[in-house]
């Protein structure tokens, strides 16, 4: 049998929450361990575990994963999750780098100096409102899902983002009907429908500590590298 699924990330949404939900989707049960220390970072970086010394890492298939959208379309194409051709899976990627665009501008802001924070987030309000939702409304006019009329793992990250979006702008999706309608349908899929419950394995919105955790684990390098 196959070993479990280990996720290597702080204990916080990061780059690993939309792996984390992709894996609940596929109905992958995984284990995670947390990074808070930088003697864990240094471990890792000793067994020569992180390709480019950057986590997220994931142990799957006798494999340590590195880079985020490397880890997503392997889970998405091992489990169905990535179209049926090479076409749809073009327009999935497309959907999916959209929102990979808009989420790591909300995963920046825990990370942005205080006097910053109102205009880094009016920026993303505007963005979201103006350049990425239309797009998705548009796509979900009579269908049920992004693309093929079948799930994929842009749907899923589209529900992770919108639904972080709402945590920071909770009346943004008042214009997208399709959208919020979307977001509905997928909160009913009995894996999501337990993910969303308290106590499962989804990361609740980053705080002070999670910041604190990564500036040490990195020893004050800032973790994004872009
Ligand atoms: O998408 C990816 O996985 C990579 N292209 C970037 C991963 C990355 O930036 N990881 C950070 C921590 S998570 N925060 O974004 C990291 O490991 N930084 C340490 C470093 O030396 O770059």
Same mark, same amino acid.
């Given at each position: 049998?196959?070993?479990?699924?280990?996720?290597?990330?702080?204990?916080?949404?990061?780059?690993?929450?939309?792996?984390?939900?992709?894996?609940?989707?596929?109905?992958?049960?995984?284990?995670?361990?947390?990074?808070?220390?930088?003697?864990?970072?240094?471990?890792?970086?000793?067994?020569?575990?992180?390709?480019?010394?950057?986590?997220?890492?994931? #142990?799957?298939?006798?494999?340590?994963?590195?880079?985020?959208?490397?880890?997503?379309?392997?889970?998405?194409?091992?489990?169905?999750?990535?179209?049926?051709?090479?076409? #749809?899976?073009? *327009?999935?990627?497309?959907?999916? +780098?959209?929102?990979?665009?808009?989420?790591?501008?909300?995963?920046?802001?825990?990370?942005? %100096?205080?006097?910053?924070?109102?205009?880094?987030?009016?920026?993303?309000?505007? &963005?979201?409102?103006?350049?990425?939702?239309?797009?998705?409304?548009?796509?979900?006019?009579?269908?049920?899902?992004?693309?093929?009329?079948?799930?994929?793992?842009?749907?899923?990250?589209?529900?992770?983002?919108?639904?972080?979006?709402?945590?920071?702008? %909770?009346?943004?999706?008042?214009?997208?009907?399709?959208? *919020?309608?979307?977001?509905? /349908?997928?909160?009913?899929?009995?894996?999501?429908?337990?993910?969303?419950?308290?106590?499962? *394995? /989804? &990361?609740?919105?980053?705080? +002070?500590?999670?910041?604190?955790?990564?500036?040490?684990?990195? &020893?004050? &390098?800032?973790?994004?590298?872009?």
């Amino acid at each position: 049998m196959a070993d479990k699924v280990v996720l290597h990330y702080f204990d916080g949404r990061g780059k690993m929450e939309s792996i984390r939900w992709l894996l609940t989707v596929a109905g992958v049960e995984f284990d995670e361990v947390h990074l808070s220390t930088h003697e864990q970072y240094e471990t890792l970086l000793r067994d020569g575990a992180l390709m480019f010394q950057q986590v997220p890492m994931v #142990e799957m298939d006798g494999m340590k994963l590195v880079q985020t959208r490397a880890i997503l379309n392997y889970i998405a194409e091992k489990y169905s999750l990535h179209g049926k051709d090479v076409k #749809e899976r073009a *327009k999935i990627n497309m959907y999916s +780098e959209g929102l990979r665009d808009l989420m790591e501008m909300m995963m920046m802001l825990p990370f942005t %100096p205080p006097a910053d924070v109102k205009a880094k987030l009016e920026n993303i309000q505007t &963005k979201a409102a103006e350049r990425y939702l239309p797009v998705y409304e548009k796509a979900l006019t009579g269908a049920t899902y992004l693309v093929g009329g079948a799930l994929s793992c842009a749907d899923v990250e589209l529900l992770e983002c919108s639904l972080m979006l709402e945590e920071r702008v %909770p009346e943004i999706l008042t214009q997208f009907p399709n959208v *919020k309608a979307f977001q509905s /349908r997928m909160s009913r899929i009995p894996a999501i429908e337990r993910f969303l419950q308290p106590g499962s *394995k /989804r &990361k609740p919105q980053p705080d +002070e500590n999670y910041v604190k955790t990564v500036m040490e684990v990195f &020893k004050v &390098k800032l973790p994004l590298t872009k």
